[in-house]
């Protein structure tokens, strides 16, 4: 019992305690205040960028050209896209956000988010593909350019008043491998081993 009433007092006094610690104004130091440098910020991405499209691309390019219309039926997969319909997606969806992060109207042909319907082939999904990657590439040299207006994007949970262009651009770095662990699932379903993961 005395045991029991012991931690029960401790365990109250390291409550108050941190109860306290919050209530307390906090210092800041200011000589080592981790402000945003639109430089520093723009190379971070770019190489970033880099890495992701690098990754993205082989992976697509992996695909065997007769298996870009496949798409799983074991298991849980019914009315998912195909594996080109996936990168016509996620192409479109690039270039929707670099518009957003440029503040210009996206492309007309990124349709509901599926790309253009003109696109088929593995070469021309490609080509679509490495063009949403320019299209990125130009939001992510615009960071920092003031005169340059962000637009909030249909397709983003960020909403006018929280959308910046930094955000938009890290969106995109999310969902490419949101969709890179998709491509990779697809490729190994088919019996090919991600360039990643190669030795």
Request: hydrophobic share 45%; glycine share 6%.
């Amino acid at each position: 019992m005395q045991k029991t009433k012991w931690i029960t007092v401790l365990v109250l006094w390291f409550a108050a305690a941190s109860l306290w610690a919050q209530t307390v104004p906090q210092v800041v130091d200011t000589k080592n205040d981790a402000s945003l440098d639109a430089r520093q910020e723009k190379r971070a991405l770019e190489s970033l960028m880099k890495i992701v499209e690098k990754e993205i691309i082989s992976a697509v390019d992996a695909m065997p050209a007769d298996k870009f219309g496949f798409a799983p039926t074991d298991g849980e997969f019914k009315g998912v896209r195909t594996f080109g319909q996936m990168v016509k997606h996620f192409s479109a969806t690039n270039h929707i956000l670099a518009a957003a992060a440029l503040g210009v109207e996206p492309p007309a042909e990124v349709g509901d988010e599926l790309g253009p319907e003109s696109v088929r082939t593995k070469a021309e999904i490609i080509a679509y593909l490495k063009g949403s990657f320019v299209h990125l590439d130009k939001a992510v040299e615009a960071i920092g350019q003031t005169n340059i207006p962000v637009n909030a994007s249909p397709i983003s949970p960020l909403k006018r008043g929280e959308v910046t262009r930094l955000a938009l651009i890290t969106e995109t770095l999310l969902h490419a491998y949101d969709h890179y662990g998709q491509m990779v699932e697809y490729l190994r379903m088919n019996g090919v081993v991600p360039p990643a993961s190669r030795p």
